[in-house]
């Protein structure tokens, strides 16, 4: 069964033109629920991850010791593509936002199978240049648009199936947005007496899901560039 559903994704994303036998047969379908880390920045990584299916949540400490988010990836995506490359730690915290499905293939079966394939460089390529230019427009993103855009772009990521976040601490949304948690408790009052959310002890509900896309406009976390 669950190499059916491997194989299934594998034609899906058209995966098994890009790697050969050996690779498809050291790979392993790995699921994590909504909340669940798969790993952590400063760790050290010894396989690549496919994302096939649902969304993951990419931040990064800063030298301030704050959480600051990257970006959001949807299929299909690359995690430790970068690290791979370079043979050093993991660069980011990678969380699941919703339930999600990933590939994994470890990087000594990537290297002796794949390391003079062509197509492979040239995908490997594609993707590391995206996220540094998807890096440098967050970082942008964080010092030219007000907090209630930012914060709008959040919730509207972190609510893709349910319209509820819960177990939200306001200081670790803070930090992921790049504000104070002074600033966006005045954000979210003045969500609510809006009437786009609910806000109560724990949990964040949207209600006006319309109202949200219309502040944020594009929606900079999930920039198809990244």
Not at 207 to 223: C, D, P, S
Request: charged residues 25%; proline residues 4%; aromatic residues 8%.
């Amino acid at each position: 069964m669950m190499e059916k559903k491997l194989n299934d994704y594998l034609k899906i994303y058209q995966l098994d033109e890009l790697f050969n036998e050996n690779v498809c047969k050291a790979m392993k379908l790995q699921t994590y629920s909504p909340g669940q880390r798969l790993f952590s920045q400063g760790e050290k990584s010894d396989r690549m991850h496919l994302l096939v299916d649902g969304k993951l949540k990419v931040s990064m400490l800063t030298p301030e010791g704050k959480r600051l988010i990257l970006a959001f990836k949807t299929p299909l995506d690359i995690v430790g593509d970068i690290e791979y490359v370079r043979n050093c730690p993991l660069i980011n915290t990678v969380e699941s936002v919703m339930e999600t499905t990933v590939i994994e293939i470890p990087y000594s079966v990537l290297k002796k199978e794949m390391a003079q394939h062509a197509p492979w460089l040239q995908f490997l390529l594609d993707t590391v240049t995206k996220k540094f230019e998807m890096k440098s427009h967050t970082m942008n993103f964080n010092l030219l648009y007000a907090v209630d855009v930012r914060l709008a772009s959040y919730l509207l990521s972190m609510t893709p199936v349910q319209p509820v976040i819960t177990s939200a601490s306001l200081i670790d949304i803070a930090d992921l947005i790049g504000t104070s948690y002074r600033h966006l408790n005045r954000v979210l009052q003045q969500f609510h007496q809006e009437g786009w959310i609910i806000k109560k002890r724990g949990s964040i509900e949207i209600v006006n899901r319309q109202a949200l896309l219309e502040l944020a406009g594009e929606n900079i976390y999930e920039k198809e560039a990244f």
